[in-house]
């Protein structure tokens, strides 16, 4: 099970929802995102895909060329979230996407 604390308690642990806000904010082309995985969408077909939006590296997930769910994203300041299967419905940043954003957001993956 992958835990989405920091260590540091100073700090406020980072959610699903604020990455789902840099995700929107992509969307929106409020912020740049730049691709960081070697192949293109098509090129990978299934598997972990990289982005970097504006200092946030995020993994999300192609499964046969669809977006389906964010595995991983790593803030500027350092703090982290993590997929995890026993996570309740709703609490992945790509589902708390509208059906919209999460179709730009697709589209925007396949067109780099």
Known sequence: MVSNYCTDESMPVLTAR?????????????????????????????????VKIEGWSITVFNDCDELDYCEGCISPDGRRWSFDSGDRFGTDPIALLSVWGHQTLEKQLKER
């Open 18 to 50: 604020d990455v789902c806000q840099v995700l929107r904010d992509a969307v929106f082309g409020r912020r740049v995102m730049i691709m960081l995985s070697a192949q293109t969408w098509d090129e990978l077909y299934a598997g972990m895909f990289m």
